[in-house]
């Protein structure tokens, strides 16, 4: 008789560590003998996995269990994820929800729905979030380019806007050794980059309340796996971006050059109602620091616009002090009210028209700031991994440096690292590339430091009718 083999599907929303989170659960499911399908496969189950962070959460979520059960009527609906830990007699509420998983129960859904039955009335596991303090690996591994790998979870930080602590909870990590045996398995699938995630990633080495590692000696660890090519942090804390780490990125093999760090404001005033660690002149000196050991160092920021209390004046600070600094791009939020945060207390709320507004003004920064940074780099050679990534007959890939790239499609490139020269920036915004020949010394570092751009300028850069066997 042949076995049945019950069909799972999952959809997640929100950051980097929800996809690995979902990958790892995913890779639980088909240890047990599930077999992982598109949301529109007709699953025997649906894994849901939120996010706090995401605007209309509640929406959101109702709108994808109503898409899931339209597909699949008597499948199993379970929802996991931030939002099901802030959440969850809400959730459970929600018509077509057959459980509901916190954040410490959701790494255990398949024994604890073991069968996935479907119940009268949902099901809710979730534990006080104060009282979840396990650190539960994961990575992803959707496509072989890029793998997501979770270093740590929670945050003791309480700046005043932020719903992640409650959905999270304390800071806890991996430890040293075990990340390298896990960069030493992602290696060996054929994954080129490792993308280091986390929370709160910069506070790397808490277990139980106690250091007992440093984010230094982690990166100086990985460093030395083989196979992996490239390592990129995700987002580092400004107060926690050390020059010990700047100076170890600007010399080490495979940690590519490449930051984002958080700023939020512009504006000292602003920044203190944030409770935010720092002020701006730490966040200029980290910015400093970056570009004088490497140059052509990508440098990315997240801002949030319309906190309360931000004035038009404090909004003109902060569009001033991310216009002067040598930056590359922006991720804009658009500051929204949060249940059980301190900011929602807060007086003085900016209108939303005005937010909107200034949102525009950020974004329309952004595309200019990330211009000057692409145009700054052509003309210049750069390692670039390509990935399945295809439109219009282009290909993508990225530099080491977070430089977008499109060049012709050929299957072969995908996965591939090539040495290329940035050409020109495209009507979307790429940047198109030429292969250089490949005489062992091209798939360099991306750096272009000064030490890498001596090399450049050592080794002749071939004329275009020279250059490669192939161009892309
Ligand atoms: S550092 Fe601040 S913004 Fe980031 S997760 Fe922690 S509390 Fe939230």
Redesign the pocket.
Known sequence: MQLVMKKVAFYTLGCKLNYSETSTISRKFEEKGYLKVDFTDQPDIFIINTCSVTENADKKCRKIVREARSISPNAYVAIIGCYAQLKPQEISEIPGVDAVLGAAEKFRLVELLDGFVRPETATVFASDINEVDTFNTSYSLHDRTRTFLKVQDG?D???S??T??LARGSSRSDSIINLVNHAKEIAATGVKEIVLTG??TGDFGLRNGVREERFIDLIKALDGVEGIERFRISSL?PNLLTDEIIEFVGQSKRFVPHFHI?LQSGSNAILKLMK?RYQRDLYVSRVDKIKSVMPACCIGVDVIVGFPGETREHFLETYQFLNELDISYLHVFTYSERENTLAATLPNAVPMRERNERSKMLHILSDKKRRAFYEKNLGKSFSVLFENDVEDGLMHGFTGNYIRVAAKYDPLLINELKAATLLAINQKGHVEVEELVDNGQLIMDNRASLKTLALITSTPVPSPKEKGKRSF
């Open positions: 945050c930080y309480t700046c806007f932020c992640i602590p929370v709160n804390e958080p935010r």
